[in-house]
């Protein structure tokens, strides 16, 4: 098993950082809820809702977005050119280091 650290800014300015399997085909939603922080994942981890909403604070290259996802992202509140659904981030070896904040509410 391989193990990356993920650090996570919660919407108090807390960083959390995770240790973050990467054989188990995990999202960075279900990351955020095993560590019990305030990630709802409202549609179970479909695009269907923003309530996974994330910033992507370091430099890492994602895979791009579906159009699902961008479909999302669209309806969702204070959007900007780093956000992501942590729902469609799945977590990866090449991951390692990864920073990411977690959308205000709205």
Do not use: W
């Not at 054989?23 to 990630?39: F, G, S």
């Not at 961008?70 to 659904?85: I, K």
């Amino acid at each position: 098993m391989s193990i990356i650290k993920v650090t996570v800014i919660d919407r108090e300015e807390v960083e959390h950082e995770l240790e973050a399997p990467t054989d188990m085909n995990m999202n960075l939603m279900e990351l955020c809820k095993a560590y019990e922080l305030p990630v709802k994942g409202t549609c179970g981890g479909m695009a269907m809702c923003a309530s996974c909403h994330c910033y992507i604070e370091s430099t890492h290259e994602l895979k791009e977005a579906s159009d699902d996802e961008e479909d999302m992202l669209d309806q969702a509140f204070f959007v900007q050119d780093n956000s992501r659904l942590g729902c469609q981030v799945f977590l990866e070896e090449e991951l390692e280091g990864l920073i990411i904040r977690l959308a205000s509410e709205g």
